[in-house]
Each structure stands twice: as structure tokens, then as C-alpha cells.
């Protein structure tokens, strides 16, 4: 008997498969880490080979179709970070190959259509009287030639599911339907260059251009602008620039094809480098601080030493991470290997981007989530054959196939959005780093300026190094803190709307110095809720058990949670009163009113908010910095995206609106990430020594402990308090915590899923608490009705988190008997950071 393969599929199952192979020591040559079509259930879907087993332990197998790649994409220290995944995530290893590869490496089964028979014409009476959609089918069918997508019939005909439909077609032996696997997409694109011949021949030359000179200009405009591109070191021009910036017909450029005169290739699409406003300052050339000279030389004596060791930078905000990190990443690459870069959602942070591009150049990859899919593959496949040094990226990035890895940066590790919540693998990037890093034995370096507790913990411990910067740089000095009262205000009457008198003087003062404001308001839209004073109706979203929020601008309501989006109604739905009313504000009413009560005080600032609404064009985010740098606008009004790797040195104030609603969430994290919010975001004030910052916390909760340690920069102890609650509850870091949802499209399965479910887990299992199903605050989402429980696991007891695993496996395997388990469907999230 022959060898066989052990392929997993991209698909959310939990084994894998065997497949038979030709007995061809060619073939089999490097294959483990390739992708390979393999049938599938009467289709066809792409797998990645994870071992050649010497002999098959089923008869006949079935053999794979096709191997896709000539290199494999995966190497064995990704194969095993893939299956550390895989088990401690509990999820399976196609689904974390599947998010490790490009969107557009995962080839899909597609139907192709054959038209065997055209119909009579009494065959089409009977069809159109019996079926008429089907008829329609029908119809498109045979003038496309079937030569159309299952997507696009979908689309021309507006049917869902017409795979029922096709089958009727086939069994009256109309058509075929053949199983085939889709092209991987074309990413090349014609482009033209001037032929060496003419250009080395100046008699061939002139004597073409005279040809044409008085009669077809365009020609010879065509064929200058390519000479002066390829002395210029651009050889292949794609062909639709051409074609836009000459105006020249492609029946021209196809007969000077044919002539001879212009060549034509295909290449690969350009990246798209549209030029963009930089960021970054010039900062090439500091010189590190004592205090940024120690961490640096700290992390350099391990990285010197070679093998896995792990750090973790604690600095506060403005005192020169990027640089520290900058100069190691010099020495690692100099020493010729490579470094992988991450910080969180990129799109968020193209300034950051800029500063480490300013440095390295062309040597840095960076994969950000605005990329398109061709593009990422592009970068996938250049990072893979070695055309970067440095690859920054988010979540997703900590799979870059970069080899010869030498050192990984995790930067703001704290940031949430490192954690995967949906679809699986929902696995935190940091972690997963960690695991690669201690795989490829190599340091790795977690910075912040606020580090979430389990890294704070681990340091603590002494798993990690713990490297500090207490100091800004270059003289800068932490911002001044000042809590205003809100109740206090409220009763002594200096309140303007929402804003403390205290806040508009400062503000005032700012906008006469021309000094940059940030105001933040963690909320969108321009309130959150309308409401019916004659009824109590609030408008709610169809699909989740959420109001819908009202947004001015664009008069719609839209759900934040779905995205479902309705006018908005002039008068109520329920009783037709026109009084409909607006309860609470969002950064868009607060830029309004904002703009209202500073008139009082005799200044017309220009203020622009700062949210996903108005930065999700492309660019959109650059240009309102770039126009903040440059002094263009004076105060800025968003959410927390204010808060993340912002460095303007002309920011001197910062106003933190409403305080309070951060500060009572029903989420054992609650207190972290306001502290890390509000301290993130008090650090864009005073980063330059000349603009020294103050912060304004409005608050009608001054005492709140996040308040008092924000207010006196007691960091150290905000973190020892809150450990500690943390050990008393049994929360993380001191424990595992695990967050199982059970869907469902009735809350009344759902619940009975849970129940079932509940009822298979141990209850007095030493080092596990598990709590009884709940219906959470939002009981529906997107139509799925939810029910949660918790399981709290001691670390100490279960280290690596086997019980856990174990634990669950067992639990899913006996829920699968279960009748309950077909009309639920069970999320098991690991290390969860959301109870909601
Ligand atoms: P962090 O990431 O720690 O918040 P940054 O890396 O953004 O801080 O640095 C804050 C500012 O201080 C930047 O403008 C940076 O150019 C400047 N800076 C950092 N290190 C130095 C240094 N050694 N000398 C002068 N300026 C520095
Ligand atoms: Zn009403
Ligand atoms: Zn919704």
C-alpha cells in the first residue's frame, strides 16, 4: 500500500482527513505545509497537508486533486503554533490555517452549469405555467451560456438557495452540473514598455515618430512618456494608466503592439501607493534617553545571548517606546534577521506606522485590515519570499509567514483588539506571539503604558522581564490632572449643558493659543435613544434587543450592534405624537453643542469629530490628523480612538466629558480598561516639553478609586488593588476565564441548550467554578437569542489549561447525543475578555 496524507480542511470540523497520493517521491517532496484540493462531501475544498503517513490506515482512500502551492506556505513552527491553537482554543486546526493564510488562498467547490438540452418551446409553456422562476433560471441559463456563477444567478434572479432549482433543471436533463474548484484569483494586469530595439535605434526611431508625428500625436506622446519612464528606472507601465492619462484609444496601443514598437506583459498589480500625507516627525536621530538606554541594553544582553526569554515594557505615555523599539529592531536586522511588529488595529494607528516607515523604508511590510484581499496576498507572498525585514501588523499579522525571525514586539499590548471574539479561532494575538516566540526560541517584547493585569502579573511574578520607564522624553512632564466635580456644579449652577465652566475657560484658553484640544465621548451617533414622552416608546432594532441610535447627520437610526439602519421617524411609530425626544448625546450632538455654548464665550473654534463615521474612508483618519498637526482644527471631539498612538506635540489639553460612563460596567475588567482608557488618553496631552499638558476629568464619582489613582499617578497601586480583588473573586490573571454562549433562534433552545450543557460539566471538580446558565443584558443579537455561563479555572491547578480542554471536549462530545444540540449552536471562548 502507498503513502497517504494527513490533510486538515478550512473548515470548522474537528479532525482531519487521509488522502491517498500517487507514489511519487517528486510529488511528495516538501509537501507537508502545502495546500492541496481534496474531495469533501461531493465537493471540493482546500486542505494543507500536515504529515505523509508512511502507511494508510483506511483501504481505499481517496486521492487528493491538486497541490496548489510550489513552496509550502506553512513551515513546522507554524504547523505547531497552528495546533497550540487549535487545542487550547479549542477550535479546529482548518479554521486557524484557514485565518492564517490570505482570505483568497481558501478555494472554494464551485458549481459549473452545462446546458445538455435546450428546451422545445411547448417545454418552456409548460415550465413558465408550472415554475416561472424556474423558467427564469432557465432563461439565464442558456444566454449566458452557463457560464455563470451560483453568486451571480443568486443576484440577477434575487433568489436565495437555488441549488433545488438546479436540480429540477438537471433531472429533466437540461443541464449538467459539474463540481469544480474555483480559479485562484488573477492578480496580474497588462502593462506596456517601450520595445529595446527602437530605443537602441535611433535611425528605427525617428523614422517611426516622423511617420506619425503630424497624423496620430498621441503616439508619439505615448512613446516618449515610456522612454522617460524606463529612464527613469519604471519600466512596465500598466496599460489603463495609459489608457487614462493619454486618452488613447486600445485599438491604437493594440496596433503599435503590432507593430512592434510597444511591448506588452502582465504583471503583477501594483500595490496601490497613492500618495499620502506622513505623519511621522523627524526623529531619525535622537539619541536615546539613560532611562530608554537601559531597557535597550537590558533586552539587548538576551537578545545577544540568543533563545526565547520574554520582556515586557512598562512606559508611561510619551516616554519613547517607539524609539526603544526602533533601535533594537535596527540591531536585530543588522544582525540579518527579520522582526515582526504588532500593534492594534492599524487603521488606527497610521501615525505609528509612518514613524517605523521613516526609519526602515522599504524594508517594512505592513498588513493592515484596509488592505484588499489581492493585496494581502500579494505582501503574503512577498513576505514569504523574503522581501521584507520587518513586517507590522495587527491581530491577523501574528501568522506573517516571515522566516528567520529574530525578535517580536507586541506594542500596546493591553489593546482589546487583540482578541479574536468572532468567528473562531478566538485567540488573543499577544498570547499566540508568545507561543510563537518561545517555539522559534527567540525574545519577545510586550510594551505599554498601561499593561493589562496579566501582564502586569506575569512580571510581577518574574515570567517576564520587567524593564520600566517612569520618565517622558525629551523633558516633557506627565499632564496635570484636574477632576471636576459634576455634582457639585450641577447644583452650584456652572454647568453649560454637559460641560463644567471650568472646562469651556480651559478650552477657550487653548483655542486663543492655538493649541490643540481632544475632547472625548466614548459614544457615537447623536443620541443613543429617542423617545416618546407621550407613550415611552423607544424605537428598538428588528434584529437585537438594543435602541436604535440616532444619527443627525445622515437622519437615520442605525443599531451599533447589527448594523440595521431605518429612517428616522418624524412622529412616534406607536401614537403619532410629534414630540419625539433625544435622550443622551453621541460625539456628533456633543460636536454641535459643543460648538453652541463656546459662542457664548465669543470664540468660533473649528471642531471635528473623530469616530468610525467620519474616518472610515480611506485616507479619511491621515487627513483629519494631518490638519490637527498642522493647527487647521482646533479641537478634536471622538472615542477612543483619540486614545490610541496619537503623538501631536501641540495637543495641551485633553477633557474627558463623562467619566462615569466607563466607570459602573457589570465586567470584572470594568475598572482596567477604564483606568487604561482614560490613562491612554490623558497621554496625547503635554507630549512635548514647550506644550505642557493638563487633563479635565469630568465626574460626578470623584472618589472612584480609578479616579483618585488616575488623579495622583498612582499606577503601581492602582494595579496591586486591583489584583488583589481580582485573586479574591478568582478572576484573571489569578484565574482562567471562560465564556460558553449558546445560540439559538429562540431564547427558549437556547436556554435549554445551556441547561443540557450545564448539567454535562462537573460541578465540585477542584480549581473550577462554573456558573449556572444566565440570560445576558442583550438577550438577542442579529436575531440569535444567547445565553452565557462562565467558568472560572485556577492557573495554578491547570497550567497549561488540559483540565480545561478536557473538560469541555468531554462536555461537547456527550452534548452532540443530545437532540437539544441541533438547534444550538455552542461558542466556547477561551480567556474571554467580554461577560456581556
Ligand atoms: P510612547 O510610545 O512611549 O507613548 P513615543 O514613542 O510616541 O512614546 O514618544 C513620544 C515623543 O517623544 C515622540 O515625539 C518622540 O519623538 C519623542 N522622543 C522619544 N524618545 C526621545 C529621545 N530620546 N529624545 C528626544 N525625543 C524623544
Ligand atoms: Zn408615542
Ligand atoms: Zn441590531
Redesign the pocket.
Known amino acids: 500500500m502507498g503513502k497517504s496524507l494527513k490533510v486538515a480542511v478550512l473548515l470548522p470540523i474537528e479532525s482531519t482527513f487521509d488522502y491517498s497520493i500517487p507514489n511519487d517521491n517528486e510529488l511528495l517532496n516538501d509537501i507537508i505545509g502545502k495546500r492541496v484540493i481534496v474531495p469533501f462531501n461531493s465537493r471540493y475544498v482546500t486542505g494543507v497537508v500536515l504529515e505523509i503517513n508512511e502507511r494508510s490506515s483506511v483501504a481505499d482512500l481517496k486521492p487528493i486533486i491538486e497541490i496548489l502551492d510550489e513552496l509550502p506556505i506553512f513551515d513546522s513552527d507554524m504547523l505547531n503554533l497552528a495546533k497550540w491553537i487549535s487545542k487550547y482554543y479549542i477550535c479546529s486546526i482548518g479554521e486557524v490555517l484557514r485565518a492564517a493564510m490570505p482570505p483568497n488562498f481558501n478555494l472554494n467547490s464551485i458549481k459549473e452549469i452545462e446546458i445538455i438540452r435546450q428546451p422545445t418551446r411547448d417545454e418552456i409553456i409548460e415550465i413558465q405555467r408550472k415554475a416561472p422562476k424556474r423558467n427564469k433560471l432557465l432563461q439565464l441559463l442558456i444566454r449566458t451560456g452557463g457560464k455563470i456563477s451560483i453568486k451571480s444567478i443568486e443576484k440577477e434572479l434575487d433568489l436565495r438557495n437555488i441549488s433545488p432549482q438546479l436540480e429540477a433543471l438537471s433531472q429533466k436533463g437540461f443541464i449538467q452540473i459539474h463540481e469544480a474548484i474555483e480559479t485562484q484569483i488573477e492578480t496580474k494586469i497588462l502593462a506596456l514598455s517601450i520595445n529595446p530595439e527602437f530605443v537602441n535605434d535611433e535611425k528605427k526611431l525617428m523614422s517611426y515618430l516622423d511617420k506619425y508625428e503630424k497624423r496620430f500625436p498621441k503616439r508619439t506622446q505615448l512613446i516618449s512618456f515610456l522612454i522617460t519612464q524606463k529612464q527613469n528606472g519604471r519600466e512596465f507601465i500598466p496599460q489603463n494608466e495609459v489608457v487614462n492619462s493619454f486618452k488613447i484609444a486600445s485599438s491604437t496601443i493594440q496596433s503599435m503592439i503590432e507593430e512592434g514598437v510597444v511591448l506588452q506583459y502582465k504583471i503583477n498589480k501594483p500595490i496601490s501607493t497613492k500618495p499620502r500625507t506622513n505623519l511621522a516627525g523627524n526623529e531619525t536621530y535622537h539619541k536615546l534617553t539613560e532611562e530608554q538606554d537601559k531597557v535597550f541594553c537590558d533586552i539587548m544582553q538576551f537578545l545577544e545571548k540568543g533563545g526565547f526569554s520574554s520582556h515586557l515594557i512598562f512606559g508611561v505615555t510619551g516616554s519613547g517606546k517607539t524609539l526603544v523599539y526602533t533601535k533594537l529592531i535596527n540591531e536585530v536586522i543588522n544582525r540579518g534577521k527579520n522582526v515582526l511588529y504588532l500593534l492594534p488595529e492599524i487603521s488606527l494607528t497610521p501615525q505609528l506606522v509612518d514613524r517605523v516607515q521613516s526609519f526602515f523604508q522599504q524594508k517594512v511590510a505592513v498588513l493592515h485590515s484596509q488592505l484588499s484581499d489581492n493585496e494581502r496576498n500579494q505582501i503574503f507572498q512577498k513576505i514569504q519570499k523574503g522581501e521584507y525585514q520587518i513586517c507590522m501588523g495587527v491581530r491577523s499579522g501574528v501568522f506573517a509567514p516571515l522566516t528567520n525571525l529574530g525578535l517580536i514586539i507586541v506594542d500596546e499590548e493591553h489593546d482589546q483588539s487583540y482578541k479574536q471574539e468572532s468567528p473562531a479561532p478566538r485567540y488573543n494575538a499577544r498570547d499566540t506571539a508568545i507561543v510563537r516566540a518561545n517555539i522559534l526560541g527567540i525574545p519577545i517584547v510586550l510594551g505599554s503604558g498601561t499593561p493589562s493585569l496579566e501582564s502586569w502579573n506575569n512580571a510581577k511574578l518574574g515570567l517576564y522581564n520587567f524593564h520600566t520607564i517612569l520618565n517622558r522624553a525629551d523633558g516633557a512632564v506627565l499632564p496635570k490632572i484636574t477632576i471636576v466635580d459634576m455634582a457639585t456644579e450641577r447644583k452650584e449652577k456652572r454647568l453649560k449643558k454637559y460641560f463644567s465652566e471650568y472646562l469651556l475657560e480651559k478650552v477657550v484658553e487653548r483655542v486663543h493659543r492655538k493649541e490643540g484640544v481632544i475632547l472625548f465621548h466614548n459614544r457615537r451617533g447623536y443620541s443613543p435613544q429617542l423617545y416618546c414622552p407621550d407613550c415611552g416608546d423607544v424605537p428598538m432594532?428588528?434584529?437585537?434587543d438594543?435602541s436604535?441610535t440616532y444619527h443627525k447627520h445622515s437622519n437615520k437610526l442605525v443599531?451599533?450592534?447589527?448594523?440595521?439602519v431605518s429612517e428616522s421617524p418624524k412622529i412616534c411609530n406607536v401614537c403619532g405624537s410629534d414630540e419625539i425626544k433625544q435622550l443622551g448625546y453621541g460625539t456628533e450632538r456633543l460636536e454641535e453643542d459643543l460648538a453652541e455654548v463656546l459662542k457664548e464665550y465669543g470664540v468660533e473654534p473649528i471642531i471635528k469629530r473623530f469616530d468610525r463615521d467620519t474616518t472610515s474612508r480611506v485616507n479619511a483618519y491621515r487627513n483629519l490628523i494631518h490638519r490637527f498637526i498642522e493647527g487647521d482644527i482646533d479641537i478634536l471631539v471622538g472615542t477612543q480612538m483619540l486614545s490610541k498612538g496619537i503623538n501631536i506635540e501641540r495637543v495641551s489639553l485633553v477633557g474627558i466629558v463623562d467619566a462615569d460612563m466607563h466607570l459602573f460596567f457589570p465586567d470584572f475588567r470594568a475598572n482596567e480598561r477604564a483606568f487604561q482608557l482614560f490613562t491612554q488618553t490623558a497621554g496625547r496631552a503635554g507630549r512635548k516639553s514647550e506644550f505642557p499638558g493638563e487633563v479635565i476629568i469630568q465626574t460626578s464619582n470623584p472618589k472612584h478609586t480609578v479616579i483618585q489613582h488616575i488623579q495622583n499617578y498612582s499606577i503601581q497601586k492602582f494595579y496591586e488593588d486591583e489584583l488583589a480583588m481580582r485573586r479574591q473573586f478568582k478572576y484573571p490573571p489569578i484565574a482562567r476565564f471562560t465564556k460558553l454562549q449558546f445560540n439559538a433562534e429562540d431564547l427558549d433552545s437556547a436556554m435549554r441548550g445551556a441547561e443540557e450543557f450545564y448539567k454535562l460539566l462537573p460541578k465540585n471538580k477542584s480549581g473550577f467554578i462554573i456558573s449556572k446558565p444566565v440570560v445576558p443584558n442583550i438577550a438577542r443579537?442579529?436575531n440569535y437569542y444567547r445565553i452565557q455561563l462562565f467558568i472560572k479555572s485556577s492557573k495554578k491547578l491547570d497550567r497549561s489549561g488540559n483540565l480545561l480542554q478536557q473538560l469541555l471536549k468531554d462536555a461537547i462530545a456527550s452534548f452532540q447525543n443530545n437532540d437539544i444540540s441541533k438547534k444550538v449552536r455552542v461558542i466556547i471562548d477561551i480567556d474571554s475578555y467580554s461577560n456581556m
Open positions: 432594532c428588528r434584529n437585537c438594543v436604535l443599531c451599533h450592534y447589527c448594523g440595521f443579537i442579529r
